[in-house]
């Protein structure tokens, strides 16, 4: 099927942009990305896969992202305020962006959904869990972390190389830093597809690039806390998969989820960094499919 927008979604009124792959009569399954990741993110070759094993695969923009909802009129976001306690231009929380995704499974008709959650789309699915039980099947936050502080940190030279120059203002620079980004949190023993890199940053850009709304999710998370003691009351079936070689989200944020929800199963995979490497779809869709049908009964 092709791109399609449900409106009203949520109680925010947002417009959610999103595609589905596979039966629609097959066990749903709800891909959520991370902060400045949009639904082209999730490749469509990834999603193939995925329906292949029998299931329905939905993948989607959050707000501030793509083509969906953007906040234009929102306050310009603080982060090292937010990082302070000043919550005073935080636009919204991960509960708003978990009552989206309910929403978003209440336009297409689903009563629940496998979670699939990369980076702060694992916080995202985290928060469906803890906040909206009875509307996920399983879940499966990939590169993820708790909220936790001690956990789950990027490398400090991570962060020089991604934000210690100056700020990419025209199309060709954006671009240029996507694709330098991806290839510095990306996975050192796996190859690097600049070419689709940079035609994905290209087609993000052209989508609906908003720098402010990428700081305005940064935030979100940063406002919304620790969730470790929250993760305690998840009984949604929960698979962790982190790589060991995250530069930007250290492995301690996945082992810290498979610790905090009782009964998680853990998968760490050597040499994945911060991404999906195309070499690792067949094994990751294989893991998620095998878990999403015992899950699903």
């Known amino acids: 099927m092709g791109e399609e927008r449900a409106s009203n979604v949520g109680p925010s009124g ?29 490749h469509e070759d990834f999603c193939a896969l995925l329906a292949a094993r029998g299931l329905q695969v939905i993948r989607f923009d959050n707000r501030d992202n793509g083509r969906s909802t953007h906040l234009d009129d929102a306050p310009v976001p603080d982060l090292p305020a937010v990082q302070a306690g000043d919550l005073s231009t935080v636009s919204y929380t991960l509960s708003d962006l978990a009552a989206d995704t309910v ?10 959904a496998h979670l699939v959650g990369l980076s702060l789309g694992g916080y995202i699915a ?12 399983s879940l499966i936050p990939i590169s993820s972390t708790t909220g936790d502080p001690a956990v789950g940190q990027p490398k400090p030279e991570t962060l020089k190389a991604l934000f210690g120059g100056p700020p990419a203002e025209t199309r060709d620079e954006v671009i240029e830093q996507r694709v330098n980004a991806a290839r510095v949190v990306g996975s050192p023993v796996f190859a690097f597809d600049e070419a689709d890199v940079r035609a994905r940053a290209t087609r993000a850009y052209d989508r609906g690039h908003d720098p402010l709304g990428i700081a305005r ?13 929250l993760l305690r009351s998840i009984d949604a079936p929960t698979l962790v998969i982190h790589g060991d070689a995250d530069p930007m989200c250290d492995v301690s944020g996945g082992k810290a989820i498979a610790a905090a929800v009782p009964g998680a199963e853990l998968v760490i995979i050597e040499g994945m960094g911060h991404g999906l490497p ?4 067949p094994e990751l869709t294989e893991r998620i499919g095998a878990f999403v049908q015992r899950a699903n009964g």
């Open 126 to 137: 985290q928060t469906v869990a803890i906040e909206h039980p009875a509307r996920i099947r």
């Open 278 to 281: 195309r070499e690792l779809w």
């Open 217 to 229: 999710g940064a935030v979100a998370s940063v406002a919304s806390g620790d969730r470790t003691d």
């Open 103 to 112: 929403g978003l499974l209440d336009a297409l008709g689903l009563d629940s």
């Open 14 to 42: 947002v417009e959610i942009a999103y595609e589905r792959f596979g039966d629609p009569q097959a066990p749903p399954v709800l891909l959520i990305q991370g902060i400045a990741a949009q639904l082209i993110h999730w």
